[in-house]
């Protein structure tokens, strides 16, 4: 199956000890499915060698690209700089614990190629296709947050959380430019914007194991996420996601992030 050219970003934050499992999968798939992909690791401030990881991996895989965060911001803030970097046809991001297997990511390149803007992975439109089972209570406090997510946001779909989405670059140059939430609730202030802006998206069922060493925290982060949705709802009733999509329709307005921001290693610099 032919495919645009593909990003696909990975945010990380003190990953060492399972990122090179994660490129070695990755890169392992790029090659398999023949697809032409760059991979962009985002290191979000790591206090450990991720980033010194990557940078040896760089040196084999000249598709291979690191971006630095300006210390630690977030999963949001990650995901954001990276798509805005990233030079495919069609961009992505996937957790680094790859609880959706790669290959997983043709599902979603479907769905763009069928006319999606937006592709979202979902663990729960087919349960059958989950091969590790989150433990109950995970499972418990994941549904509750999605019904109160389709609830107060208007967001229809089953999953709004899985780490595993795709975009058309145009889509996503735009969506991202407009993001607020930097940290674990950016989903679902990405999906309420792609909906602001009439984005076709699908929801698409994704093969997927939950893995233990999972780092968010359902009772910290879960109430986190709560007052970041109702910063979105807030935003959006005080009308500031329409001021700025009227704002970025003007293209002058459209500048890329600061260069501060943006530190993009590449293993050809210097060759």
Request: aromatic share 8%; net charge positive; charged share 25%.
């Amino acid at each position: 199956m032919a495919h645009p050219q593909l990003s696909i970003v990975i945010p990380a934050y003190n990953e060492s000890a399972r990122i090179e499992q994660t490129l070695e999968r990755v890169l392992s798939c790029v090659a398999t499915e023949n697809w032409d992909a760059e991979v962009i690791v985002v290191d979000d401030g790591s206090k450990d060698d991720t980033a010194a990881i990557v940078e040896r991996w760089m040196k084999l895989h000249p598709r291979l690209h690191l971006v630095k965060n300006p210390g630690n911001r977030g999963k949001g803030y990650s995901v954001r700089n990276g798509l805005l970097q990233a030079a495919g046809d069609v961009v992505m991001f996937t957790d680094a614990d790859l609880s959706a297997p790669m290959e997983e990511a043709e599902r979603l390149l479907a769905a763009i190629a069928d006319g999606a803007d937006v592709a979202i992975g979902s663990r729960w439109m087919d349960r059958t296709r989950q091969t590790i089972h989150q433990p109950l209570y995970r499972q418990f406090f994941g549904r509750c947050f999605n019904w109160i997510t389709r609830t107060v946001m208007g967001l229809p779909f089953k999953d709004t959380q899985c780490g595993f989405k795709a975009f058309k670059r145009p889509a996503a140059q735009v969506i991202f430019r407009l993001q607020r939430i930097e940290r674990w609730g950016f989903d679902p202030e990405i999906l309420f914007i792609a909906r602001k802006l009439k984005y076709v998206i699908r929801e698409v069922p994704v093969t997927w194991g939950h893995d233990e060493r999972s780092r968010m925290s359902y009772l910290k982060d879960g109430m986190k996420m709560l007052e970041e949705m109702a910063v979105i709802r807030v935003n959006s009733l005080a009308g500031r996601y329409d001021a700025a999509i009227a704002a970025i329709k003007d293209t002058s307005k459209m500048v890329t992030p600061p260069v501060e921001h943006v530190v993009k290693v590449s293993a050809e610099v210097g060759q």
